[in-house]
C-alpha cells in the first residue's frame, strides 16, 4: 500500500503541474493601470491586474515581509506517522471513521495526506525558547533587523501534541517552559515581532494539533500570548477545499482586534493567487523550496519539494496578482544552508528579491559565514524587493544554446532538464528598471537584454548600476545591457533614465 501511495501521490504531482501550466498559458489577463495614475505602466508585459488591492485591511504588507523563520513545516512520510495516536483523535472527536490498517484515504482523496514535501530550514523540529532568543539577539546584533529583517517566526513542532482540557493548545513543556507570551514580550523587547505556526487541518505536518474548527478560540488565543504573525500551513486538511478552511482563520484574526500578518501556505495546490488575496497578506505558490540548484541521487518517498530554479518558474506565472497587501510567496530563502554554491545562492536572492517575495531567512544567523552574509544584507538587492511601487518582476526573455541541460531526478531519475539564459525585469519608482540576467546553464556565457523585450524604448538612454559589485557600469547605454554571466550565476542591475541622473547631479 505504501508503494502505491508514493505513486498516486507523485501522479497528483505530475497532473497538478501539467493542468497548471495549462490553465495559466491560456488565461489572458487584463492591463491594470498603476497606482490610480501615480505611475505609468511602460509595456504590457508587466500585468498587474489584481495588483494593489488591499483585500485583508489589516495594513499590513505594503511591502514583502522580511525576517527569519524557525522549526519545520514538514519531515512526514508515511511510515513515520503514529497511526495509532491519529486513530485516537479522530474516533476522539468523531470527526470521521478511517480504517488505518490499510491506511485508506477519506473519499479517496489524496489531499488529506500528500504534505508539502521537506523544508530547507536549518533548525526543522530542533527548536525552543532559548533558540528563538538567541535568534532575536542576532538579528539585533548583525545588523540585520536594521534592514528589515523583523520577524521571527517559529514553525511546527511548538506545541504538545493534544489540546489541554479546556480545548486550547499548549506549548511544549520542554521546548518553551516560560510558554510563547513571555517569549513574545522578549522578542517585543528587541523591536522585533514574533510569528507562529499552525494548520487549516486537522493536525500540522507534524502531528500536532491543527486549528480547523478551532479558528477562533486558537487566534484568540494567539491575540493573547503577543502574536504579529500567521503561517497557516494545509496538512491533514480532511480534503475540504482550501477556499473553505482558509477564510475562518482571517475572520478569527481580524475579529481579535489584533493585527496579525496572515500568511497562507496552501503549497499552490489549488491556486491561491486565484482566490487568496481576499483572504492574506501571502500566499505559497509552491510546495516547499529545497536547497538544491537541481535534485541529484535516490529519489526520497513523498519529497515534493522543489528546487530552487523551479520554485522560481512556477512563482512567476503568478506575477499579476501580486502587489501591496498581498504577495506571492515562493518559500523561504536558502541563502546559508549549504546545499548550493554562492553564485547560486546570489542568484536565489536575486530573483527572489526581484519577484518581491517575501525574504524570510531559513538559516542559523547566528552562525553565519562572511559570504552569506554578504548575500542577504545587500542593501540595494533588498531596496529592490521593498520597492513601493510593488510590481512583482518577472522573467522576460529565455534563450539558449543547443545542449545545454542539467539532470534531474524530481519526478524521474536522470530526466534531462532544459535550462536556459533568461532575462528577468520589473518596475520600479521613479521610472526605474530592475534586470537580472541570469546563466542556468553550466558554462560562463554573455547575456544580453534588449530594451525593447524589456519594455522600453529602443532609443531610450539608461544609466545602468551594478547591484552586486555597487558601482554604475555605464551612466549612458542605449539598445540593450550585456554581461559574462558565470554559470549558475546572475548580475543585476537598476536602470534609470539619463534625465534623472543628470538632474540629481
Given at each position: 500500500m505504501a508503494a502505491d501511495y508514493v505513486k498516486a501521490c507523485r501522479l497528483t504531482v505530475i497532473l497538478y503541474v501539467y493542468v497548471t501550466a495549462v490553465a495559466v498559458s491560456g488565461r489572458l489577463l487584463p492591463l491594470h493601470p498603476y497606482l490610480n495614475g501615480k505611475e505609468k505602466p511602460i509595456a504590457k508585459i508587466y500585468d498587474t491586474s489584481k495588483y494593489g488591492i488591499l483585500q485583508l485591511g489589516n495594513g499590513l504588507a505594503t511591502t514583502p515581509q522580511m525576517g527569519v523563520g524557525w522549526g519545520e513545516s514538514l519531515v512526514v512520510r508515511m511510515d513515520y506517522v503514529n497511526w495509532d495516536l491519529i486513530k485516537i483523535y479522530l474516533m476522539h472527536i468523531q470527526v470521521l471513521t478511517l480504517s488505518f490498517g490499510d491506511r485508506?484515504?477519506?473519499?479517496?482523496?489524496?489531499?488529506?495526506?500528500?504534505?508539502?514535501?521537506?523544508?530547507?530550514?536549518?533548525?526543522?523540529?530542533?527548536?525552543?525558547?532559548?533558540?528563538?532568543?538567541?535568534?532575536?539577539?542576532?538579528?539585533?546584533?548583525?545588523?540585520l533587523a536594521k534592514l528589515g529583517y523583523n520577524y521571527v517566526n517559529i514553525d511546527d513542532c511548538w506545541s504538545e501534541p493534544t489540546r489541554n482540557s479546556e480545548g486550547k493548545m499548549v506549548p511544549d513543556s520542554k521546548a518553551f517552559p516560560s510558554g510563547?507570551?513571555?517569549?513574545?514580550?522578549?522578542?517585543?523587547?528587541?523591536?522585533?515581532?514574533?510569528?507562529?505556526?499552525?494548520?487549516?487541518?486537522?493536525?500540522?505536518?507534524?502531528?500536532?494539533?491543527?486549528?480547523?474548527?478551532?479558528?477562533?478560540?486558537?487566534a484568540t488565543l494567539f491575540a493573547s500570548w503577543g502574536i504579529d504573525y500567521l503561517k497557516y500551513d494545509n496538512c491533514f486538511n480532511l480534503g475540504i477545499e482550501p477556499e473553505e478552511r482558509y477564510p475562518p482563520m482571517r475572520d478569527a484574526l481580524n475579529a481579535t482586534g489584533r493585527t496579525i500578518f496572515y500568511s497562507l501556505c496552501e503549497w499552490g495546490v489549488n491556486d491561491p493567487a486565484l482566490w487568496a488575496g481576499k483572504i492574506g497578506n501571502s500566499w505559497r505558490t509552491a510546495d516547499d523550496i529545497e536547497d538544491t540548484w537541481e535534485r541529484f541521487g535516490t529519489p526520497i518517498p513523498l519529497l515534493l519539494a522543489f528546487n530552487m530554479t523551479a520554485i522560481a518558474d512556477i512563482n512567476d506565472k503568478w506575477a499579476a496578482y501580486a502587489g501591496p497587501g498581498g504577495w506571492n510567496d515562493p518559500d523561504m530563502l536558502e541563502v546559508g544552508n549549504g546545499g548550493m554554491t554562492y553564485q547560486e545562492y546570489r542568484a536565489h536572492f536575486s530573483i527572489w528579491a526581484l519577484m518581491k517575495a517575501p525574504l524570510l531567512v531559513g538559516c542559523d544567523v547566528r552562525n553565519m559565514t562572511a559570504e552569506t552574509y554578504e548575500i542577504l544584507t545587500n542593501?540595494?538587492?533588498?531596496?529592490?524587493?521593498?520597492?513601493?511601487?510593488?510590481?512583482q518582476g518577472r522573467k522576460i526573455h529565455t534563450y539558449g544554446p543547443d545542449g545545454c541541460y542539467q539532470l534531474a531526478n524530481d519526478l524521474k531519475p536522470h530526466t534531462p532538464v532544459i535550462m536556459f539564459y533568461q532575462v528577468w525585469a520589473g518596475p520600479l519608482t521613479g521610472q526605474r528598471y530592475v534586470v537580472a540576467l541570469w546563466n542556468q546553464c553550466s558554462k560562463p556565457a554573455t547575456i544580453t537584454a534588449e530594451w525593447a523585450a524589456i519594455g522600453?524604448?529602443?532609443?531610450?538612454?539608461?544609466?545602468?548600476?551594478?547591484?552586486?559589485?555597487?558601482?554604475?557600469?555605464?551612466?549612458?547605454?542605449?539598445?540593450?545591457?550585456?554581461?559574462?554571466?558565470?554559470?549558475?550565476?546572475?548580475?543585476?542591475?537598476?536602470l534609470a533614465p539619463v534625465t534623472l541622473i543628470h538632474a540629481a547631479a
Open positions: 485508506s484515504l477519506i473519499n479517496g482523496s489524496l489531499s488529506m495526506f500528500c504534505t508539502d514535501g521537506i523544508a530547507g530550514n536549518f533548525f526543522r523540529c530542533d527548536i525552543n525558547e532559548v533558540v528563538i532568543k538567541e535568534t532575536a539577539d542576532a538579528l539585533i546584533t548583525t545588523g510563547i507570551k513571555a517569549l513574545a514580550d522578549y522578542v517585543h523587547s528587541k523591536g522585533l515581532k514574533l510569528g507562529i505556526y499552525s494548520d487549516a487541518g486537522l493536525f500540522t505536518c507534524q502531528v500536532r494539533p491543527g486549528s480547523l474548527k478551532h479558528e477562533y478560540d486558537d542593501e540595494e538587492v533588498i531596496a529592490v524587493d521593498q520597492d513601493p511601487l510593488g510590481v522600453l524604448e529602443s532609443s531610450a538612454s539608461y544609466s545602468v548600476r551594478d547591484l552586486w559589485k555597487h558601482e554604475f557600469v555605464s551612466l549612458n547605454s542605449k539598445t540593450s545591457v550585456s554581461a559574462q554571466v558565470d554559470a549558475h550565476a546572475c548580475e543585476m542591475y537598476i
